[in-house]
């Protein structure tokens, strides 16, 4: 693995970092208040290729590898935590598996536009009782014909209330367990199909976060993402590839946390010094840095394997917890260094500690990620 980024890759990441601190930046804070999805922010990210980083370019997308996606994702975050994963979630968990497991028709139809930011994608996997458990999905579809009718609801939909189409996982076999689970893509404006209400939450405000319903909801069998059965299969390969979007997303959360705490310590006067003379101040900023760095190689790590088509589950999930774990770190440190001033929503570390706690939660909490490395270290020894 060489370590050293390419010329296209530098390039990308300096063209994401004017574009986050002149078009993001400004509005983070906004966007955190006020809730309200940055629909003008994805249109502009859509112009540089950010909707569809690593799907090719025959498909509508950039044509870049996963490491340069890592990159975007994290450089998205360090500014503002909720359009990084707005982006994360249309890149990893609404294109990637059309992508890898759609046919000609569906690329067409179902991620063309979408990998140009045309139109907006989610994923529709979690529900009220099935989250950390995506075999016991309750949410149920019946074939019949050349159709498929939904019924059930779906929770915590990131993108959901913005999103042209869903991804949904539903059961049409229970009796199968795990291998009764299939993949549809449902669209916005399907009779039957409901957006219901948003969520509140404690951070990564601007997300659209809702609730979906499917009541007698009528999709075509043509929109079966691969066979019917592989669903579970397609919602975790897609989970894989998410998590390095999430890792993503917390290093670029910590990395703006630590550059916040920096800048602080160096002009916040205390004894007639500023604080960042203080020993105890060096520590904690040692800290940091090399917590965020370890993060960031791991992630890069993953998604380089993902990039060599190297099997890189368990690389995913060393990525997404260490990272999710030190972009809590890291910001709690963040705001210690601010004093009282980091816990007033006048200074950014506030809501970068509010929104890395979801990273240690979603696509799979800490806990699960823990369950999927012991089980490949004890199937290593």
């Known amino acids: 693995m060489n370590l050293s980024l390419t010329e296209e890759q530098q390039l990308l990441q300096r063209t994401v970092r004017e574009f986050a601190e002149s078009e993001i930046r400004p509005l983070a804070r906004g966007l955190d208040e006020t809730g309200h999805f940055p629909r003008e922010t994805f249109r502009k990210a859509a112009d540089l290729g950010l909707t569809g980083v690593a799907v090719p370019e025959s498909e509508g997308g950039a044509g870049f590898d996963h490491i340069s996606y890592s990159i975007v994702i994290e450089e998205i975050s360090r500014v503002c935590a909720s359009t990084g994963v707005i982006l994360s979630v ?7 598996p059309i ?16 990998a140009r930011g045309e139109k907006i994608g989610c994923y529709a996997l979690t529900e009220p ?36 189409a869903a991804i ?11 291998r009764g689970i299939t ?4 669209e916005r404006g399907t009779p039957g199909f409901k957006v219901g209400k948003e969520e509140k939450k404690l951070g990564i405000n601007a997300t659209a976060c809702t609730e979906l319903s499917f009541t007698d909801c009528e999709v075509p069998v043509d929109n079966r993402i691969g066979n019917e059965g592989d669903g579970y299969k397609i919602a975790l390969s897609t989970l894989d590839a998410g998590r390095i979007g999430i890792g993503a997303q917390a290093t670029g959360i910590a990395q703006g946390a630590l550059e916040q705490a920096v800048a602080y310590a160096m002009q916040r006067q205390a004894f007639g010094h500023p604080i960042a003379d203080f020993q105890a101040i060096q520590f904690m900023l040692a800290d940091m840095a090399t917590e965020i760095d370890a993060a960031r190689l791991l992630v890069r790590k993953a998604a380089w394997k993902q990039d060599t088509g190297a099997r890189f589950s368990m690389d995913a999930s060393i990525a997404k917890l260490f990272a999710s774990e030190t972009a809590t770190r890291v910001a709690h440190k963040a705001i210690q260094i601010h004093g009282g001033n980091g816990y007033s929503r006048e200074y950014p570390v506030e809501r970068m500690y509010r929104d890395a706690r979801i990273t240690e939660i979603y696509e799979g909490t800490s806990e699960i990620q823990r369950l999927i490395i012991g089980a490949w270290v004890l199937k290593s020894y």
């Open 168 to 178: 949904v996982y539903v059961n049409t076999d229970p009796s199968k367990g795990e």
């Open 99 to 114: 992508h890898r497991f759609g046919n000609e028709h569906q690329k067409k139809q179902f991620l063309l536009p979408f």
């Open 129 to 164: 009782q099935a989250g950390s458990n995506a075999a016991a999905l309750t949410t149920r579809a019946v074939k019949k014909g050349d159709r498929y009718i939904i019924n059930g609801a779906k929770s915590w939909i990131t993108n959901g209330g913005a999103a042209d």
């Open 90 to 96: 249309q890149n990893s968990l609404y294109c990637d």
């Open 183 to 186: 993949a549809l893509v449902v």
